[in-house]
């Protein structure tokens, strides 16, 4: 329907930060395109994260170097994402989970479980 062109849609949605996040150097958090992208209380962003639009990122999270969060992603409270690890659009992350270093992120993963790996797997529980 539109010929192979590119087709912009503006990102009216903003960013919403609370208090006492950290957000290291070189980041690029991108504004929602309807709703705000939210980064909630106590967040710790590390160096050269990319978060993209409409994302929900959970009180107490860390997102450690280099990690790439794409669009409408939601990652729930107290989880740790590894650095360089990728996350696929539209994936939850369950509360108080963690994700391993450099791993790919293409399925929704279950609360409280450590997950790792191209395609990320469950690997054992976070406990």
């Given at each position: 329907p539109f010929d192979g062109l590119a087709v912009s849609m503006p990102h009216i949605g903003g960013v919403e930060i609370a208090d006492d996040c950290e957000i290291g150097a070189n980041c690029t958090i991108a504004g929602?395109?309807?709703f705000p992208t939210r980064i909630l209380t106590n967040v710790r962003i590390d160096d050269q994260v990319f978060i993209a639009h409409n994302c929900y990122i959970g009180e107490g999270t860390a997102i450690i170097a280099q990690s790439e969060i794409s669009g409408s992603v939601i990652i729930e409270?107290?989880?740790?994402?590894?650095?360089?690890?990728?996350?696929?659009?539209?994936?939850?992350?369950?509360?108080?989970?963690?994700?391993?270093?450099?791993?790919?992120?293409t399925s929704n993963v279950e609360p409280?479980?450590?997950s790792a790996g191209n395609p990320a797997k469950k690997i054992r529980d976070n406990k």
């Amino acid at each position: 329907p539109f010929d192979g062109l590119a087709v912009s849609m503006p990102h009216i949605g903003g960013v919403e930060i609370a208090d006492d996040c950290e957000i290291g150097a070189n980041c690029t958090i991108a504004g929602g395109t309807i709703f705000p992208t939210r980064i909630l209380t106590n967040v710790r962003i590390d160096d050269q994260v990319f978060i993209a639009h409409n994302c929900y990122i959970g009180e107490g999270t860390a997102i450690i170097a280099q990690s790439e969060i794409s669009g409408s992603v939601i990652i729930e409270k107290n989880c740790w994402i590894g650095p360089g690890s990728s996350i696929t659009q539209k994936v939850t992350i369950g509360e108080r989970s963690l994700i391993g270093i450099g791993s790919n992120v293409t399925s929704n993963v279950e609360p409280g479980s450590v997950s790792a790996g191209n395609p990320a797997k469950k690997i054992r529980d976070n406990k």
